[in-house]
DNA sequence: ATCCGTTATATTTGTATGGATATAACGAAA
DNA sequence: TTTCGTTATATCCATACAAATATAACGGAT
């Protein structure tokens, strides 16, 4: 029976939350599905909560993050950017590193 | 304007969490104030709150954090173990190694 | 012109976490 | 044996956050 070290990070620009676990889990289900509605059933939250998450995210970038459309073809939709992208990549990698890192400290506490 | 990386790590073992940054704190106001309903004044937690806490970090400690004794001189008190140091030192490490690990990787996303 | 599924938004409802409060048990000291 | 301040515990209450619901706006396709 040996200790876990979990973690939470997130980005914060201008003293609010920019990206964290939650909002790229988000921005990926844009990316798969095409549709902010889709996204939130996708991942078992309320619409209401996946929109203003991308709300915030788009507000606080310094290109959009995603592209939102009403109307049209199948009603509308939502797309990851090409920034988006990046950035969930970005952060992805960070995220892997930061818990490959933890993983190294567990040999500290591993026989307390 | 540039972006900040923040993050929370925790301990885990058998699928619980064990240590946290909340739990931590906790511990050093016992070890500074040596009782429990003065250390949660002093970080403006409940008593039942604090309570909790604690007895939850005893339960899953593999030997006691704290030492809590009702009645007595001064009504009673709790102290933190020998072993309870050892592991708020080794949590404050990690920690604090964690965030300089995370502001290397700073550099990634600095021109995004 | 109508329909459709989506984004956008407000309002109401539900829930879970912590706070406030009350009280019992305790044991050393006076 | 009474006092005292603490730990331990239960119960009730408040408040913040998310869920549920409702509805308007939109624009391409039919």
Do not use: H
Not at 32 to 53: F, H, M, Q, R, V
Not at 78 to 89: C, P, R
């Amino acid at each position: 029976m040996s200790y876990k070290i979990k973690s939470r990070i997130w980005i914060e620009s201008k003293n609010k939350v920019f990206l964290g676990e939650g909002r790229v889990q988000l921005l990926k289900a844009i990316d798969e599905t095409g549709s902010l509605s889709k996204a939130a059933k996708s991942l078992n939250i309320s619409y209401k909560k996946a929109w203003g998450l991308i709300d915030s995210v788009n507000k606080s970038a310094k290109q959009p993050v995603t592209i939102n459309s009403i109307g049209g073809k199948g009603g509308g939709g939502a797309e990851l950017t090409d920034y988006g992208k990046t950035l969930v990549n970005a952060f992805d990698n960070i995220n892997k590193n930061c818990w490959e890192f933890l993983d190294t400290q567990l040999e500290k506490i591993k026989d307390l």
